[in-house]
């Protein structure tokens, strides 16, 4: 790990940080009687707030999420160089399309 | 073990591939863990290989691990590792075995000079020795990690150096924090470049089993998070500029 | 036996203050492309016993204290025997390493709140004149050394062990030095235009000693075989209070540190007396050799501990007290198994240093051409005695003085030498003895060697004493010349090191031994006690050791006061005796 | 695998963390599917949101919570432990402090579910 993915990874994890605790405080809150798709998208659809702060996570954790299983892969399962880079460009992509889509699906009208 | 004067010792034999064997040792009063391979290579199994010097806690060449701990031997009394009349003796994790329980600690001191854990003189033996407060706040911090003895049980004790070779590992670390701190040093830009490379300081996580385990307690956890911040301040520092 | 050859331009022996400095100063003086070679018995830097000095650095900075004064100390402590000039140049030169030592080396030594300098006083010194860094300043310099030959382009030879100099045919210079290279047990001969032989001494054939345990007087026993001169070889120094765990413990012998007495800590016998003042007005507090005596007297009388010494006594100080004040010893204690805050540790004498060594001149140049010896081998700097802070300095001083000269006297050099193939040959035929013989274990012959020394030519001395000490001697080298070891695997066979340290230990034991019958007077650490006197100093002699084929020869040779003369000073008139506030 | 030398608190904390993080890298490319079906196929959304209902879900879910705030208090000790030059003790002390309100934020969350 470089300089430089650490200090990505740091500040991905600190813009994250507040978003968590939204996240989590909506959920809590949508939770109470019962989760329905229909309420998810009621809330989330069509605004560019939600685009945005959605967005962000995303971005941000699919960031976050690749550099720290890189260092996982790597010094778990003992992965070098360039397949290692290529496993952590492989879960940004991954979690980036997916993530977007997701977005996309809950933010979309 | 019920006799109570002996004790059953396992020892590792061979190199990177090998086996322990068992050897059973008399119980002293006053003995290290180091008298005990001694012992043994004395008057069991004259083919036994390890390494001492100082036999004080000096010299940092004898540590090994016991019952999987990495620890220095020859200050490590026996009464304080024995389970149930046994203990079991490897040599130190993470560095390559020669024989027995004799590590190659070179990759440990490539390591520490690849950190850039050395002076980067200033002055010479012509010019005077600076007059130095000794309770600035550079000089404490260096204080803090100088009696360091390069004995690398930190460096066994690491999880991070295991799972990453290139790791510079604890004790270089802190020994270039060490050399940062050090108001006469030239090399401050240097040593903060050497700590952010792929083996940097910014692979440690933390862990504070270096700190755990030092025989001297140093606590390099703390001097390497004081490296994370220096580059991250020196980074938006040169940011600014 | 094939033997691995091996060329480089300057070979160094050692990794102590005297090794590294050598390493270091050739490099800086020595013309670009020369070749320098390091070969150590250990790990660089982590084996020998500089790292383990605790008091510190003997020198003179100024605020009254003078090179004048350290001389006139250090020549008074060796009791007039040492060579002036080279007491001259190790107070001299200390002034220049320590600023080295601080400014390009990075050492950090202990301040002051001003800023400057902490120096406190060792026995025997007029001046509060050692430098230090806590208890542990042997450890800083070392590393802060080690750093620096690690980061340099020096070719580094670890757990190579020096067996023997290989002179050229016609025995006028030296070809090269003969190794094994213990990871793998195999011979290596390295030739080089200069040499430097840093291997420390190492008085290990006493059964208390402090060294560290690679130290076997190699140096002086290749030297010996080479037919060099040695001088003050009687010269034994023992400290008075080594650490008494028992036989079985590597830990016995090992040094509790000086400042403990001058800190009020008391000696009490196995009844649990002080003693000390039925020797000695000072008590405790005399200097190392008397206390040593007093200790060793009381032993004899068999007023002892347990384990045969006796006991040192802190807790009438206050145990938190020796707590906050000696935190290394009370944890080394503790780890040990003793309380030294509150209880009571048993303590012997401990052989520490040797005085003695390879004559050489002040530039560090020996007898033979292309040998330089510098460091605790090297003898004359100390006399009959070394005073505390005046070890370290020593190495450091003349290692980067051999440095420096083998840096200029490598110009004028040709090509290598070639070696005598014939004594190579033996040499290597010596070492393996041990394969042909019928194996029984080394251990207790080391164990009888050390208890014949410590016995009979140990801190008092007589002729009888000595004669039989003589015999015992050489009933153990006869029996370890028929003890073998196996020879299956001799990669990391530390039991063929253990017979070898024999071999170079007997060797030396011998010379001691006739050194001290040779010297019938008391001087500093040799202490006859058929012959309490010192003699006059006007005439003082030193012993001088050689041996020529299979004979040793000492004779004595008169001290040459090139500098000084007993009973005189070079201290400006009027200036006062010391001024180290009395204590209290 | 915990051997003699690692059982301390630092070295549980780093492995909760990394275990925590670990596990909630592996959730979430499932939990973006489940999302995507939002526009996709609503009633399959439906469908699996249904399944909240049944208690092993509901503990799952509680789990991935539980999991993130451990990840999240654990990543910001971690950073405070870097960056801010505290001593050893006020560390400790603010370990402790972070430990025990993730407790109570673990219960909150056990009874807002
Ligand atoms: C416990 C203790 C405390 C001391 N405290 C002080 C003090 O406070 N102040 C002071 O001034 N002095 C002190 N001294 C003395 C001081 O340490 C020595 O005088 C000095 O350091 C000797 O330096 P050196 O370089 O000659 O040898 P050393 O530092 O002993 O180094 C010798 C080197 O040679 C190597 N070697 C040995 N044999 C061979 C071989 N056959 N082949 C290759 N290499 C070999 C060794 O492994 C080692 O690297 C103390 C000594 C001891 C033991
Ligand atoms: C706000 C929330 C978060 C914070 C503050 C945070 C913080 C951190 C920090 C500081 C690290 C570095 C650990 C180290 O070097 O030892 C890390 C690692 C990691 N994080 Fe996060 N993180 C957060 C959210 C997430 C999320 C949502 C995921 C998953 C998708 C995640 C996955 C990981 C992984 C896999 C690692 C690597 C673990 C390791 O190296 O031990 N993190 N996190
Ligand atoms: S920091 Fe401690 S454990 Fe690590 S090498 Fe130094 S003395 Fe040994
Ligand atoms: S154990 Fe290793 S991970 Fe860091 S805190 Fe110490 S270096
Ligand atoms: S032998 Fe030197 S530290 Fe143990």
Known sequence: ?109 | MADKHQMSVSVWRGAAAGSFQSFDVKMEENQTVLDVVAWIQQHADPTLSYRYACRVGMCGSCAMMVNGTPRWTCRTHVKKVLVDGHMEIAPLRNLPVIKDLATDMDPFFDKWVAAEGLHHPTQTRHDPIEAIDPASAGRVEVNAGIECINCSVCYAACDTVAGNPDYLGPAALQRAWSVYNDSKDAGKQAILDAVSGVGGCHNCHSQGSCAVHCPNELNPMNAIAGLKRETARNFFRRRAR | MQIDRHDTDILILGTGGAGMFAALHAQQSAPAGTKITIAVKGLIGKCGCTRMVQGGYNVALGGGDTVERHFMDTIQGGKWLPDQDMAWKLCEQAVVRIRELENEIGCFFDRNPDGSLHQKAFAGQTADRTVHKGDLTGIEIINRLMEQVLARPVEKLQEHRAIGLIPTKDGSALAGVLMIDMRTGKFRFVRAKTVMMGTGGGPTMYKYHTPSGDKTMDGLAMALRAGLPLRDMEMVQFHPTGLLAGDHTKMTGTVLEEGLRGAGGRLLNGAENRFMFDYDAKGERATRDVVSRGIYAEMRKSNTTANGGVYISMSHLGPDNVRAKFPGMVKRCADSGFDLAAGKVEVVPTAHYFMGGVIVDPDTRTAMEGLYVAGEDAGGAHGSNRLGGNGVANSTVYGGVAGDVMGTDIRSMGALRDPDEAVLEAEVARALRPLSNRIAPIQPLRDKLQEAMWEDVGVMRTEIGMRRGQARIADIQAELMETGISGDNLAFNLTWHDWLNMASLCEISEVITEAGLARENSRGAHFREDFPESGSMESSYFTFARQTGAELGVSREDVKFTIVRPGETILPEGEPISLVEAAE | MIRGYRTHTLWVAFLLHRISGVALALFLPLHFWVLSYALTAPETLDGLLLWTDLGIVKFSEFGLVFLLSVHMFGGLRLMALEWLPWTSGQKTAAASAVAASTLVAGVFFLRAI
């Open chain 1, 1 to 109: 790990m470089t300089f430089r993915l650490y200090m990505v990874q740091r500040i991905s994890a600190l813009i994250m940080a507040p978003l968590v605790l939204m996240h989590i405080a909506v959920m809590i809150y949508a939770i109470q009687g019962g989760l329905s798709a229909e309420e998810i998208l009621g809330r989330t659809q069509g605004s560019v707030l939600w685009f945005l702060f959605y967005g962000t996570f995303v971005v941000a954790v699919s960031i976050h999420a690749a550099i720290g299983l890189r260092t996982v892969l790597s010094e778990w399962a003992g992965l070098r160089g360039t397949a290692l880079n290529a496993a952590a460009w492989a879960v940004l992509a991954l979690l980036l399309i997916l993530g977007m889509q997701a977005v996309y699906g809950v933010t979309a009208t």
